[in-house]
């Protein structure tokens, strides 16, 4: 196909945020897709993944990854399809996952690191579920709570963010190791959801003001493993009802990333101490060389029907801003994922 | 002997400190030691161990181990001789070490749980030195480096306290495992002794003010290894140096102990999750079945010349309060001891 025609549009990064990002922290620009050479591909993007680590990528510093430069392209996971292609690798209408980026064509080698571009089958799942429990968050729910929480059977399995993408999945894969599972989400829809549609033995609404008494209501004997998405006085509040040799995984504090203040550290560390507890930092991409087999087992429960996941889907990438937003809100309800183009 | 004209002194907790305690939070009390009785020893307390940790069992609450009641004996580890004896498993002339608790004798079964007592060998080492090295912080240094840390050769440890009791120790410990050794202490004088005297590769003086431009020089590929006895902004410093895979030892945390505000958290946390770090937390008793094997090794290490303690020794039971005080303000040098009799 000729790609001379085509426009790319793009957000790119304007300035790096104090506190909560706004919409003019990134420029909408558009650009024409260039030809592509031997050994690239051309990508049109269906689906990008909105995530929190995505707020520490505006920044500038030290970090797991390079900050987004400004003026580049925003950095995002996306799922799309492979409409030019002058690379083995992949043929065209092929699916493929992959860092496209906040634009609606991704051009580049087939073999790129950074975009590290890998094929996803639509018969084994619809497509947005490979943004979620079969893509970066899901392998991040599943190799932290496996890898770092180390979950035996019987135990007690805390998680916050638990209607969120990582949540979801730390919950039903600690069912699936048959732990007890409580999850900590803000409002009583995604209490009832996690509990309801998703299995879990419990879920304490925050917001309802009564952290402490839910977690000595629904977790009797303790807290073995608590996994953190949100930092914050949650993670203070559960550090107080930690078991001997528990186990805290570390893999976000969305409560924390828009502060214009310090991060609040856990005051109540020393329970660490007192409990010989272990508190733990996930990275996902450690990880990548067994993605697989996550993508594979959840694959398997999921069509089993033992496993569910939630998207929330936002369409059109002019919404791109206030929707990443959403995340920092409480706004999102599941996977939060913006479709840029239909299938 | 005759027990019936000793008089036995001691110091019971009066009151809870709020904050920094004070004199009056205990009382000095005397009364008859009484005589013992089939299976009983009496013993003449020599030395006390002053422990930081000592503050925590002043407090109320649930911790690792109960607080210390109202008008109880103050809780204290020491040394002493065993004075007289209805019990086969210690004669007249034992030197024993135990939780004697803050006064001159100590009375009851010879296998008392709580006290815990056992033999140790004056021939070995100078009394003192059992309760540093050869003793509780001892062996809290020893097994929390080791098994908590996993220093492995050719690493970098940094240790806060470096000149305290449990710090001398870690740093010689990782010496001995080819580590690269870096201790944090107050003072020319302690950064100069851990040095020059205990074979440190250097050492930082946090009330220089420098502690970010120290870790920057003297732990220039960063730190592996961060075993803290202090907590509080140092650290929350030592959390920006640290490296992929890093371990933390939660040991201690003197600089809150006295807090009449929340303890500070380490605000910087999250360095656990962008490096894949792991702060874990210690407590000697885990190790008891062990110590045999820590004695051994570092008393081996004592005979051959590689490994050296320092004690800080107060003489006289009624300075008991404002010696215990030293601790928190830096005033010691060495392992505080409170000698209660001539051996």
Known sequence: ?????????????????????????WHFTTEPVRDIVDGEVLVKTLYLSLDPAMRGWMNEGKSYIRP???????????????????????????????????????????????AALYKVDPAMAPLPKYLNA?????????????????????ETVVVSGAAGAVGQTVGQVAKHMGCRVV???????KCDFVVNELGFDACIDYKSGALREGLKEHCPKGVDVYFDNVGGDILDTVLTRINLKARIVICGAI?????????KGPANYLSLLVNRARME????FD???????????????????TFKTREDIVVGIEKFPQTLLMLFNGGNFGKLVLQVAEE
């Open 287 to 305: 990880y990548a060389d067994r993605y697989h087999k996550g993508v594979a087992a959840m694959a398997q429960w999921m069509q089993e029907g």
């Open 68 to 114: 987004v430069a400004i003026e580049e392209v925003m950095r995002a996971g996306g799922i799309g399809k492979v409409v030019a292609s002058k690379s083995a690798k992949f043929a065209v209408g092929d699916m493929v996952s992959g860092g496209l980026g906040v634009q609606t064509y991704w051009t580049g080698a087939a073999d790129d690191k950074t």
């Open 134 to 154: 079969l893509g970066m968050p899901g392998m991040t729910a599943y190799f932290g709570l496996l890898e770092v929480g180390q979950p035996k059977a019987g």
């Open 1 to 25: 196909m000729s790609t001379s025609t085509l426009i790319n549009q793009q957000y790119r990064l304007a300035a790096r945020p104090i506190g909560m990002p706004k919409p003019e922290d």
């Open 255 to 263: 409560s924390q990333y828009n502060n214009t203040t310090p991060v």
């Open 183 to 189: 999850g900590i989400a803000g409002g009583k829809e």
């Open 281 to 284: 930092g996930i990275v996902v």
